[in-house]
């Protein structure tokens, strides 16, 4: 049986520039998986263009594009809140798992229409959804803060990563629609470790790290060095910046979410791990 893969020409919003402008829109930034909603299929697509039969929750963001009279959705598919760290709970979900899935439409296909202004639509939108659902629509509205200097920005991505969120994403007023150059720029809370080197890949450009001088709790890739130069590292301490701690389900430490190799800390002797 063939899968359904939706066309990848279909254009995704990418990510470019690293300034931000004011004033602009502040946007959590969900832990999830990006989707896509295809009115004419009737479908969620995943970036990998592959269709997420499991989500019957297309029957609500039908009603929804039909009354903005758009084709494709854009939102963020997340399970449960959408907190730092649920996407691995919904990777690891069972495809019966629908009832914990959310969808949080963050911008729709109408390129004529400012940002704002289509922010507003949807909002408008998923509201009259929610009175014909009786409000048991697992749709969300997005939470947004208007911020107009940096100072605001600092408030606001420490209120959204303090409730659980693992960042934000800013956009300006007007945007520029789903083109391949966009105005975001995203921003994630980032901690730092100090973890001693317990091994050197010698076929990849990766150390093993540890916390506790007996396990590896997470490998880093350290590019442009030689293996000899890898094993040489085997012993000392180097400091690393990652998004997040995993752990299982009894809640110990398993590793490190996205880590990136920062230097050697010559001045320590044993590891951090705060």
Same mark, same amino acid.
């Given at each position: 049986m063939k899968t359904e893969r939706l066309d990848i020409r279909v254009p995704y919003p990418e990510i470019c520039g690293n300034l931000i402008t004011y004033p602009c829109f502040v946007e959590a930034k969900y832990d999830g998986e990006m989707g896509i909603y295809v009115l004419e299929l009737g479908k969620i697509f995943g970036k990998n263009g592959l269709a997420r039969s499991e989500c019957t929750l297309t029957d609500d963001l039908k009603i929804v594009a039909e009354e903005l009279n758009t084709t494709c959705i854009y939102g963020e598919l &997340?399970?449960?809140?959408?907190?730092?760290?649920?996407?691995?709970?919904?990777?690891? @979900?069972?495809?019966?798992?629908? @009832?914990? /899935?959310? %969808?949080?439409?963050?911008? %729709? @296909?109408? /390129?004529?229409? @400012? /940002? =704002?202004?289509?922010?507003? &639509? #949807?909002?408008?939108? =998923?509201?009259?959804?929610? $009175?014909?659902?009786?409000?048991?629509?697992?749709?969300?509205? =997005?939470?947004?803060?208007?911020?107009?200097?940096? #100072?605001? $920005?600092?408030?606001?991505?420490? &209120? %959204?990563?303090a409730v659980g969120y693992e960042g934000v994403v800013c956009k300006g007023p007007s945007g520029k629609g789903f083109t391949t150059k966009t105005s975001w720029v995203k921003l994630k809370k980032k901690y730092t470790a100090d973890l001693r080197v317990i091994s050197a890949d010698p076929t990849q450009q990766r150390i093993g790290l540890t916390h506790n001088d007996q396990s590896e709790l997470c490998g880093c890739k350290v590019p442009n060095i030689s293996y000899s130069e890898r094993m040489a590292l085997v012993g000392k301490i180097v400091e690393i910046q990652y998004l997040q701690k995993l752990t299982d389900a009894t809640g110990v430490l398993t590793g490190l979410r996205n880590p990136v190799f920062l230097r050697v800390r010559e001045d320590k002797t044993t590891v951090s791990l705060k």
């Open positions: &997340m399970y449960r809140e959408g907190y730092a760290g649920d996407i691995y709970k919904l990777l690891s @979900a069972s495809k019966t798992d629908d @009832a914990n /899935l959310r %969808f949080v439409p963050f911008d %729709f @296909a109408a /390129l004529r229409i @400012a /940002l =704002i202004d289509r922010k507003q &639509m #949807l909002n408008e939108a =998923i509201d009259k959804l929610m $009175l014909i659902n009786n409000n048991i629509s697992r749709l969300r509205k =997005i939470h947004c803060e208007w911020v107009t200097n940096k #100072l605001e $920005l600092e408030e606001t991505f420490g &209120m %959204f990563t």
